[in-house]
């Protein structure tokens, strides 16, 4: 099993580059982004300490896939996969927001819900509502896009005020949302899947709003399997599903919610394995076809072969583009 936990290319042509929590974004020429999924897992905003094999293909795939499902209703940066764990696409200048919709009362919403939370980032919930209970209509609940520590819950009429994102801009990320979620649903629902809730991130680029970074990946969505929902629902069990929400239960149910003073419990490489065929059964849900591994290079480090790889497939892509 191989993981990819850390990047550190030189592209011709190379401006600058952001590790973030999961992906390594290279700016080529201030035109271009290179995006690295890296095989790295975050929960409560915190890296774990082992990568998990396979998984920076996974995300990297399924978002590709959705990327072309969903290019005719909204446009987006994404131009190329050079290779499994690689998407290049067009740069754009980001909004500070992530556009967050659910369909569901579940996960962090249903925390803040069952202590007594009645709004959620300027949207009034009803009262009488049970966990993993399908709203009448999806909502949204945007977050600031924090560089470090913690993402803020935040309204539309905060965001329009302080002037994070524009009326006119934000209106229209608002419709493209909406439009992105029910056509997100629709296709899960072919594969007996529901899309619970899941987040959106956009960008301008020649005066134009883009989606940009991943969607509908495992890591920014959460998917109940439909059948068996309403029974499940109706005895107050636990729903079957296939999301990152399992990771951060088991991080719970060790006593790490990333508070002062939690220390992170020791992730087994039989918890790590199961991680890695959570990401797998996912891709082969939603995408419909079997998952094929990539393969790295011969080599004894594992890490390095990857690396080398990604190298020659994204340096022959920007050679002849």
């Known amino acids: ?12 042509g190379q401006k600058s580059v952001y590790h973030g929590k999961v992906r390594d974004v290279y700016n080529i020429n201030d035109d271009l982004m290179v995006m690295v999924a890296t095989d790295r897992i975050s929960a409560f905003d915190v890296v774990l300490p082992k990568g998990i094999p396979f998984k920076g293909q996974v995300l990297n795939q399924i978002a590709a896939s959705f990327l072309d499902a969903t290019a005719d209703i909204v446009p987006n940066w994404k131009l190329a996969t050079p290779d499994p764990m690689v998407t290049v696409g067009l740069k754009a200048d980001g909004f500070r927001v992530e556009m967050i919709i659910r369909g569901y009362l579940t996960g962090s919403a249903w925390r803040e819900y069952k202590n007594g939370c009645r709004e959620l980032c300027g949207v009034r919930l009803p009262d009488g509502m049970r966990e993993n209970e399908r709203f009448p209509e999806p909502i949204i609940t945007p ?21 994070i994102v524009s009326a006119e801009d934000y209106e229209v990320m608002e419709r493209y949302t909406r439009a992105l979620f029910q056509r997100g649903t629709e296709i899960a629902a072919k594969k007996g899947l529901i899309l619970v809730d899941t987040k959106y991130e956009f960008g301008k680029r020649d005066g134009k709003v883009i989606l940009i970074d991943e969607i509908h990946t495992p890591d920014s969505s959460r998917y109940f399997y439909a059948e068996g929902y309403e029974e499940k629902f109706a005895k107050g069990e636990p729903q079957r599903q296939l999301s990152k929400e399992f990771v951060r239960q088991w991080l719970i149910d060790h006593d790490f919610m990333n508070r002062p003073g939690d220390v992170m419990p020791e992730l087994t490489d039989e918890f790590v394995d199961s991680i890695s065929d959570r990401y797998i059964e996912l891709y082969e849900h939603i995408v419909g076809q079997p998952f094929e591994r990539a393969n790295a290079r011969d080599g004894s480090n594992a890490e390095a072969s990857l690396s080398e790889r990604i190298e020659k ?8 583009n």
């Open 313 to 320: 497939n994204v340096k022959a892509w920007l050679g002849t």
């Open 143 to 163: 977050t600031t896009k924090a560089d470090e520590g913690h993402d803020e819950n935040i309204s539309r009429e905060e965001i329009i005020r302080q002037g």
């Open 1 to 12: 099993m191989k993981a990819l936990t850390q990047t550190d290319f030189h592209f011709e």
